[in-house]
């Protein structure tokens, strides 16, 4: 029995999905998967135009969290490269950009919590506390000021909330 071109274009993306690095095949073919279910639960064709990404933009982003939606579409996008080459026209069309902006603006009043820095009245307080002359207590201080003076402001000792706490 012969397939229909939609399916041989679906089994084509999926083995498409197996050929790229082992580390982004899952990502990249979790991110297809959930463009095809979305195109075979509306029954459209899978061709990626404008307006069938910004139709998956407004679905997706009433089911995961609108931040994630562009890197789903940069996996479906580099999955699906070999079989439409405007498909990354078809992401950056206007269309695309102000229906991101647009979702993102509707559902992006996503609260950030973050620490207060650290002041020097932070680490005169170290330094009452710490100042044992015990080798660990002089290497925990040692790190702190280096950090503090040096590498704080590069973001290297910086460490996100857990979500929700």
Do not use: R
């Amino acid at each position: 029995m012969a397939w229909t071109l939609e399916w041989l274009i679906h089994e084509q993306a999926i083995a498409l999905s197996h050929s790229i690095k082992s580390s982004s095949t899952l990502t990249y073919n979790s991110h297809l998967q959930s463009y095809l279910t979305f195109c075979k639960l509306h029954n459209w064709h899978i061709e990626l135009t404008p307006e069938t990404l910004s139709f998956y933009v407004v679905f997706m982003c009433h089911h995961i969290n609108t931040w994630s939606v562009s890197m789903y579409l940069s996996g479906i996008c580099n999955t699906l490269e070999p079989h439409f080459q405007d498909i990354w026209k078809a992401w950056l069309h206007p269309i695309m950009t102000w229906m991101l902006s647009g979702m993102m603006k509707m559902q992006g009043n996503i609260s950030f919590n973050h620490k207060c820095a650290l002041t020097s009245a932070d680490v005169e307080l170290l330094f009452y506390h710490y100042d044992t002359g015990q080798h660990d207590d002089t290497l925990f201080l040692t790190i702190t000021l280096t950090g503090f003076h040096a590498l704080l402001h590069l973001g290297e000792m910086t460490q996100p909330d857990l979500k929700g706490k």
